[in-house]
């Protein structure tokens, strides 16, 4: 068993030897950490994501609305027989958060969910084609932040994937 | 001039050389964990149409590659032997420093897709920092301020996540942050078993939130733990908080929680090589009990 003593870190074993740094060393380190102090700093107090290493920490930082309803995502691909098969869950590299961050984006230009069928298709040889992809959200309802259990689908987009040239 | 000398000299305390050899070592060897296990999105980024690639600023300024699957294979892998070299401890300078590096374009490559993550701010500040120093063995008994630098900024960097955190929420959310939701629809979107029935106690949620900032704007106040016991103690309850989190939306802040652990006296567990003659005070197991 190892016994841990309650002594001071900083007056620990003080017989051991101290590296010393230089005052040049010490003003170096002071220089450049406040440098990144700074960054970190003003990243948070002005900037965003896009700021990233030096944007703000905003996990969950948005105030939701009690009585907003809670929306949730899916990127989906379907097949011939009707078959919804999801691709926000890594099937094509991508996360459900990935998806969120870029839905504005793919709603305007919804040729890009065209290139998810081709990378589906090369992640799985063996699946059934997709005819179109789509992105749906789920909408739950809240009534004073509690679940009231229902909530309504959405389909923001779905994108028809062209037949390849040549087929009939 | 004595509290310039007083301030600088937080920064500089010394700290025995064996308990940075010991981070280095968990920091280093949890990258390939990073990237095998616990974050595997990001290689997957290597699949993905580079037409979804959003570059930060970061990667604009620097001109960095758009990850086609030959860039983000190629940093992988370059990576992962750098970081093994700087787990051995040898020439810790330079694989320090390029394990920094390919971490931060790793980085840039995971948060380039439309959604940044705040884990691992903390874990970049120690890749950052570990370099600077030197040579640490695992026996070596002596102190050094080098290694007390690199503790106390992975230290701060710890604490600006949680204050920061803070900030982002009154920044983003507003003072009525507490008052709204956000608890109850992360539940909602990733709730488990252990964490759904918090959704059907009004009020819950709701006071978590209040506790939640609350912790998060007395943050800084943890610079003040010194003592060895006591910040184990803190390590302990900051694991705890995480772990809750865990169970309760299955989020984790991996990279952060494995730069936590700079902040443990690792050097103190070493075994001793002589016998202990002396039986251990029943107060020196509190903390692992507690």
Redesign the interface.
Known sequence: ??????????E??AA??????TAG??LI??VI?AA??TL??VG??VSD?????F????????????DAP?S?TRVVGLTDDGVEVRLSG?E????R??????VP?LVENPE?LG??A??YA??HPAAPPLEAVAIIVRR?E?DD???TGSYVYDVLVTYPIPDPEGSP | MSWVNRF?GW???????ARVAVFRLIAYLFIPVDVFVTTR?VA??????T??Y?P???GDWLSLPTPTTAVVDTVKWLLIGSALLAATGKAPRIWGTTTFLLY?EW??IA?S???????R?AF??ALAVLP?IGVARWRD??????AG?AVA?IF?AVM??YF??A???I????W??V????????V??RGTDLSTWT??V?GL??VSQYLMLGFELLSPLMLLV????A??ALVIFLLGFHLMVFAGVRIIFLPHVVALLSLV?WE?????RQP?E?I??SD??A?AAS
Not at chain 2, 113 to 119: A, E, M
Not at chain 2, 171 to 174: A, Y
Not at chain 2, 179 to 186: E, K, P
């Open positions: 068993m190892v016994a841990v003593t309650d002594r001071e870190t900083t620990q074993d051991a030897e101290v590296v010393h740094l060393e010490r380190r002071l950490a990144i102090l970190t700093l948070t107090v994501d896009e700021a990233f290493p944007g703000p920490p905003r996990m969950y930082a948005t105030r939701a609305d009690p809670v949730s890594g094509v590299g991508l996360r958060a990935e998806f969120e961050g870029q984006r890009l290139l998810l081709v990378t090369a992640n739950y809240l932040g509690v679940r | 600088a920064f500089f305390v010394p700290v025995p050389l999105w997957a980024h290597a699949g993905v149409p037409e979804y959003q930060l600023l970061i931060f980085m840039v948060m897709y439309g959604k940044v993550d705040h884990d701010y970049l500040v600077t008994k002596r102190r050094s301020e080098a630098f900024v701060i600006l996540t920061l955190a900030w982002a929420k920044r983003f959310g507003g009525d942050w008052n709204g939701s956000t608890l109850t629809r992360a909602l979107r959704l059907d009004p949620l709701h010194r003592r060895d016991r910040r184990i006296p103190r567990f070493q075994l001793h202990p002396v251990p005070r020196d197991l903390p």
